[in-house]
């Protein structure tokens, strides 16, 4: 099984958790992962991430951990004590419990830019509890999101003037990510069509 059956792309990022290990520290943190040109997965880590240190201070291997389960993204954030880690076959950061596929990777490259790292993972196993499964991708949820707001601003445009102007900023806020998450003409073009419908109304 390779990256791009498991749902990673050059267009769109795709969401996972990554989970690390430097020394006795563990940590874990929802990443946007994509593939660069040569086909390598590719992460920005920001310097305010707890990643980013430990990286700097000589982390040298990672999971992604696959999973469309949004409480394991949402404690990966908020309540990192509730993230349960079993070990991992090839490296020695931790894989977390719960997920449907796990990429164990190297740190081959990690060069630090402006206010983040640009991190080439080099994949050692991909491994998925059904081939069927396909990592996170906001474009899509986030489009479908805007559709529903959008079906419910003619009701509202009468009944509640400000409840159908919420709507719209939500759909402004729905294109923003797609924007942020896919370089996809295609999925920009749909989401920009939303909004711009929305405000005629």
């Known amino acids: 099984m390779s990256s791009d059956e498991i749902g990673f792309s050059r267009l769109t990022y795709s969401e996972v958790i990554l989970s690390i290990r430097l020394k006795e520290m563990v940590n874990s943190a929802p990443m946007g992962a994509i593939l660069n040109d040569r086909g390598e997965i590719s992460l920005k880590i920001y310097e305010k991430q707890r990643t980013y240190k430990m990286i700097l201070e000589g982390a040298r291997d990672c999971v992604l951990n696959i999973t469309d389960d949004p409480i394991l993204f949402y404690n990966a954030i908020f309540e990192k004590e509730k993230i349960r880690y079993k070990p991992a076959k090839y490296v020695s950061s931790p894989r977390i419990r719960g997920c449907n596929a796990y990429i164990e990777c190297l740190i081959a490259d990690a060069t630090t830019r402006k ?18 499964v396909r ?5 899509g949820p986030a489009i479908i999101e805007a559709l529903i707001c959008y079906s419910k601003i003619p009701h509202y445009k009468d009944v509640d003037k400000e409840k159908a ?6 759909i402004d806020t729905f294109r923003e990510i797609v924007y942020h998450s896919t370089k996809d003409r295609i999925l920009r073009e749909i989401a920009t069509k939303i909004l711009e419908k929305a405000k005629k109304i």
Request: net charge positive.
């Open 165 to 170: 102007e919420k709507l719209k900023k939500m």
């Open 115 to 132: 206010g983040y790292i640009d991190t080439t993972l080099k994949p050692l196993l991909i491994e998925a509890a059904a081939d069927t």
């Open 135 to 139: 990592a996170y991708s906001r474009p």
